[in-house]
């Protein structure tokens, strides 16, 4: 074991040489290297330096780095950036959403694109893991803004993806109407209905049932089966809930349909508590249709609910907690203040939201901690029930597709909590997720030879 942790050490400061200034990349390396080393033991093909294992897994197969260059309704042109990190396609063809947000940089593209390869994996569907991306804010923008910059966007990216090749869908910033645009630019371009090439698209032109739900209810349903095996249910529990957009808003949906109160949401200006718990269609309402601010949620909505500017959710005490907006949203000083509060379960809807230091606090705790590799897999399971509903030009029933979510679900919960178990970590679904979905890629990895 001595052997493994330091061969490991030594990975972990080669990489990070290796890759300056790319600081949620190191935290998401060091994250899964930090629990390998049990496997590491087991298994020395894992680890022999000779085959450069760990030095391929997290080197991108391919990065591509591109100008974006888009007029606004003034006749002023915009220069962004787009990023596309094709990751490793040892599984399947790349597959991972794109994410539009000012802070979008290389690294961030890199830690999603990494996360998603184990996550993908974990879902037992045949898979790889990319992301990909811009640092275009597509807040206060216009439909017509947005839909120029995804048509510009577009135009470089359809030359690397494909329904056999890399297979985006949606993230931060990037829902139903992106996805629109950006499926018809492909279209336009190519001269191909290839309903294959994304995933989020709507329901009537190839998309798939349940998938603007499925991140949501499937870290719901995470949650259910980690409380199962604590004999516990969801049934009356209390919840927070962190961010307003499509991961959260579903969130609260199941979280209702499965009979717990959430009282919470929040976006980058601050959260709303709502003592009677969130009324659903108002919330919808102010930020599907009128893509408003949570605010406004408050403003409307009566006595019982309160904006707080500048605050986190995490000081509303509560049974559960579900970070679903963005990476280290929940730091240290959260997670204790969460632990006070009596918190049960954390489910990770977002990439990442828990710094490392607060998942120790809250696993040493006792909390059952759910991390998003495994907690958020429902959206690409989905997903990937899209890609299979398109290659067959099928429609599947939303039942059929959220029966098969909540198995997939089971099985992911399943198959971490027995790696775990079996790894010498009895509860610990973060070295569970990260051992088992590193075994599966490891292994395809091997088996097609140095490539
Ligand atoms: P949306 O764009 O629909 O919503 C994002 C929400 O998070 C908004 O409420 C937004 O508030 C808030 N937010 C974003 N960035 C920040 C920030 N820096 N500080 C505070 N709040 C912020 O995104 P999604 O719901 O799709 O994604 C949320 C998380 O879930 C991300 O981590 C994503 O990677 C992850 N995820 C999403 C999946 C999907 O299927 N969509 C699948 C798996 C994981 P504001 O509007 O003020 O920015």
Do not use: L, V
């Given at each position: 074991m001595k052997d493994s942790k330091d061969r490991l050490e030594a990975l972990r400061v080669g990489i990070e040489r290796r890759n300056p200034a790319q600081p949620e990349f190191h935290q998401a390396v060091r994250e899964v290297l930090d629990t390998l080393a049990p496997v590491f033991a087991a298994r020395p093909e894992y680890a022999d330096p000779a085959a450069a294992l760990v030095e391929r897994l997290t080197e991108p197969e391919r990065q591509i780095v591109f100008r974006v260059p888009w007029q606004d309704d003034r006749g002023r042109v915009h220069v962004n950036r787009g990023y596309r990190v094709e990751f490793n396609s040892a599984l399947g063809p790349y597959k991972g959403g794109l994410r539009f947000h000012p802070s979008v940089d290389i690294g961030v593209v890199k830690f999603l694109g990494f996360e998603q390869i184990f996550k993908n994996a974990l879902t037992g569907l045949g898979i790889g893991g990319g992301k990909g991306g811009s640092d275009?804010?597509?807040?206060?923008?216009?439909d017509a803004e947005v839909m120029r910059f995804c048509q510009s966007f577009m135009t470089e990216l359809h030359r690397h993806i494909g329904e056999h090749t890399d297979v985006p869908a949606g993230d931060i910033g990037v829902g139903g109407r992106e996805i629109g645009y950006l499926f018809g630019q492909y279209r336009r371009i190519t001269n191909r209905w290839e309903a294959g090439v994304l995933t989020g698209k709507g329901q009537g032109w190839g998309g798939s049932a349940i998938r603007p739900q499925a991140t949501g209810y499937g870290s719901v349903l995470f949650a259910a089966e980690m409380l199962g095996v604590r004999g516990g249910s969801l049934d009356g529990l209390t919840a927070v809930v962190s961010g307003s957009g499509n991961v959260a808003l579903y969130t609260v949906e199941k979280l209702q349909q499965l009979g717990a109160n959430p009282l919470t949401c929040s976006d980058s200006h601050g959260y709303v508590v709502d003592d009677k718990g969130i009324d659903l269609a108002l919330l919808k309402q102010v930020k599907e249709v009128e893509r408003g601010r949570v605010s406004e949620y408050a403003a409307r909505r009566g006595s019982s609910a309160r904006f707080v500017p500048g605050g986190r959710v995490w000081e509303v005490p509560a049974d559960i907690a579900f970070p679903s907006a963005t990476q280290n949203e929940l730091d240290a000083q959260d997670a204790r203040t969460l632990v006070a509060g009596g918190v049960k379960a954390v489910s990770e809807g977002a990439n990442m939201p828990t710094t490392p230091e607060a998942v120790r606090i809250l696993q040493e705790a006792g909390v059952a901690f759910g991390p998003g590799k495994a907690a958020n897999a429902g959206g690409v399971a989905v997903s990937a029930l899209e890609m299979s509903q398109n290659a067959g030009r099928a429609a599947w029933s939303a039942q059929r597709v959220e029966d098969e979510l909540a198995a997939i679900m089971r099985s992911i919960h399943a198959v971490v909590h027995e790696t775990a178990e079996r790894y010498g970590a009895p509860g610990d679904y973060v070295t569970g997720a990260n051992i088992a979905g590193f075994e599966r890629v490891a292994d395809a990895m091997l088996a097609q030879g140095v490539i």
């Open positions: 275009f804010d597509p807040r206060g923008r216009s």
